[in-house]
C-alpha cells in the first residue's frame, strides 16, 4: 500500500510506495493510476505514475491536499487483482548502422554481440511507466548480466526509434530526442501517435513488450 502521502509544492501531491523499483511494487502503482483515472475525480488535473510513486496534480481553487489525501485513504484497492494489460511486440533491427553503442557494451558486458542480442531477445518486458518524452516506456528488468550505466557524455541527438539500454532498463525513442542510454538498434514500428488523442501511446503501464530481430531491408519496408 501506499508508504507516505505528502505535499508537492501547492497544487500536487505524491504518493510514495517505498524505495523498491520491482514490478510487484509498480503494478500497485499502476493499480492506483488506473482506479484514480476511471473514477475520473472532479479536480484532479494530472496523474503522473513513475516506478514506485504517483503524482497528483489538482486544482486548488476547488479542492486541496487533505481532501485529495482522503479520497486516496479511503480508495479500495485489491492488491492481488490481475491487471489488464497488453501484449506488444516490437521488430528491432541490430545492424551496425542502428545498433550505435555495440562496441560499447561487447566491451562493458564483457560479451560478444552475438551474445548480447540473445539475451535482448529471449525475454519479455514489464512497462513500468512512460515519460521523459512523449510515450517513451520504461522497460525491466534487463537481466544482471546485461545491465550497464548511461553514457559518461549523452548525445545531443538520439535518433526516433532508437532501443536503450541503461542499469535495469530497456526503453524506445519515440522522438528524435537527446539521450545517454546505450543504443541496442531501431524499431520502425510507431510507439507514439499523437492523431490518436485518446490513446496516443502503443505500450502503457503493466503492458509486456517482447522484441523481435528484423533485417535492414525488412525495416526499411515496414512501413509500406
Known amino acids: 500500500m501506499i508508504k507516505n502521502i505528502s505535499n508537492l509544492g501547492d497544487a500536487a501531491l505524491y504518493c510514495d ?5 520491482n514490478k510487484e511494487v509498480n ?21 503522473t505514475p513513475s516506478y514506485n510513486k504517483l503524482i497528483i496534480s489538482f486544482d486548488l481553487k476547488k479542492t486541496n491536499f487533505n481532501e485529495i489525501k482522503k479520497i486516496l485513504e479511503n480508495i479500495d484497492i485489491d492488491e492481488k487483482e490481475i491487471l489488464p494489460s497488453k501484449k506488444i511486440n516490437v521488430p528491432v533491427c541490430c545492424d551496425n548502422n542502428f545498433s550505435l553503442d555495440i562496441e560499447r557494451l561487447e566491451k562493458k558486458l564483457e560479451l560478444g554481440r552475438e551474445k548480447i542480442f540473445e539475451n535482448f531477445f529471449d525475454k519479455e518486458y514489464f ?24 553514457l559518461e557524455t549523452p548525445r545531443v541527438k538520439v535518433p526516433k526509434g532508437s532501443v536503450g539500454l541503461t542499469e535495469q532498463f530497456a526503453n524506445i525513442y519515440t522522438f528524435e530526442s ?24 502503443l505500450i502503457n503501464p503493466g503492458d509486456t513488450v517482447s522484441f523481435t530481430r528484423i533485417n535492414k531491408d525488412q525495416h526499411k519496408n515496414f512501413n509500406e
Not at 510506495?17 to 523499483?21: K, L, P, R
Not at 503494478?27 to 496523474?47: A, E, F, G, R
Not at 545517454?180 to 531501431?186: S, V, Y
Open 127 to 150: 512497462c513500468y511507466m512512460t515519460g521523459f518524452i512523449a510515450g517513451m516506456p520504461f522497460l525491466g528488468d534487463l537481466e544482471e548480466k546485461m545491465r550497464i550505466k548511461r
Open 27 to 47: 503494478s500497485l502503482v499502476i493499480k492506483y493510476y488506473q482506479t484514480l483515472k476511471n473514477k475520473k475525480i472532479n479536480h484532479i488535473n494530472n496523474l
Open 17 to 21: 510506495f517505498g524505495n523498491e523499483v
Open 178 to 201: 537527446p539521450g545517454g542510454w546505450n543504443i541496442i538498434g531501431n524499431s520502425p514500428l510507431e510507439i507514439f501517435d499523437s492523431n490518436k488523442e485518446d490513446e496516443p501511446n
